[in-house]
């Protein structure tokens, strides 16, 4: 009850926020081309980069999509930078945030740009011959860059001043949003009710196999009536046809960071993990296979690595000698920031590459069917 009581002023202010946008009291911008929202309602880890660079696999293997110009669009999460910036290959986690990068270094084809302003980066994206005259795009006046025919915003459900065309909202399995509560009691950064605003509802981090009632279940706690399993779709409760999808992490084998890297450590039996994610549960889980974690250090989300960081590994190395050093990719974007790696790390340090995949080929199949077959009706819509 006390809870309640004090996060009433949040609540309250989420409300009217919500409501002012609802009604048009406030401005909503809308984008010249077709948008695609990946989003949550909580504070991290439902896997909104591995869920984004999907969505890009879907688009860049797909007929309609394959030879158009895809550009996704972040805010560049605790980047150092300022404005609108187009993200390089070669860049740095400082100047882009270690999402944007990571992003770019998979799709070197696609264009990723950082921009808190939302609205004015898409506008930049569609016309980029306003690099050259716009302030906020100065560090970008030199870049190349087509014109986009589509973009991903990545983490943009929060940020209404820009309706995005299709909205795919993500709910961590472990962790059901009827079962949280606001920050900072719990994760939820959102209201629950937003949900009405989802095109695509994906549980992620789910076990590799879910039964039907299960999934009857989860549908139930967004308020969708009539879920079939079948055609993945529900009804909401202002009579909305929505679609509830489910996906699981898909690890893949330890692969170097460095040239220097020694490939016999990955087969140690022995391994160091550290990590700077929401949860490193299913990443444990997963190398706990293969290896025995003998020491493990986790860090808070987005983690700016220093060379104390660097000093606890190699302490950690020094006592066991033998062990592999393994982090995610997310984090392998920060620790190259840092510079100056000792030998002894760069031989036995590894990345644990990662996809999300769904449930069943059926459910991936009427995801790419109703995100392309959506993204055919843009024009008609606007």
Known sequence: MLDKIILAPYYL???????????????????????????????GGTGKTPHTEMILRTLLKSDEWAYEDIAVLSRGHLRASRGFQIV???????????EPLQIKKKFPGVTVAVDRHRVKGCDLLCHPEKLKTEKRARK??????????????????QYRALRAYYNIILV????????DKLLPFGRLRDLPERFSAADIIIVS?????LEDSKKIEWAQTFGLKDYDTMTCKGTDRKGKEKILLFTTIWYSALNPIFEEADPRYAYSQKL?????????????????DEHKIVKRFCFEDHHKYTKYDVRRIMNAVREHPTAVVATTEKDCQRILDLGNIPHDLKVRLFQVPIEV???SEHEKEVFETSLLEALRNFHTDY
């Not at 160091?272 to 706990?288: C, E, N, Q, V």
């Open 13 to 43: 202010t989420l409300k009217l926020r919500h409501y002012l946008y609802d009604h048009g009291i406030r401005k909503v911008s809308t984008c010249e081309v077709p948008t695609i929202c990946v989003g949550n309602i909580t504070a």
């Open 88 to 98: 390089k290959r070669d860049g740095s986690v400082k100047e882009y945030g270690d």
């Open 140 to 157: 970008s006046a030199s870049e190349e860059i087509a014109p986009a025919d589509l973009i991903v915003l990545d983490d943009a459900f």
């Open 172 to 179: 961590d399995f472990n962790r059901p949003t009827y079962k």
């Open 205 to 209: 981090k789910c076990p590799a196999y």
């Open 272 to 288: 160091i993990l550290f990590s700077g994610i929401a949860k490193d549960t299913p990443l444990r889980m997963y190398l706990s």
């Open 357 to 359: 995949g769904f449930l």
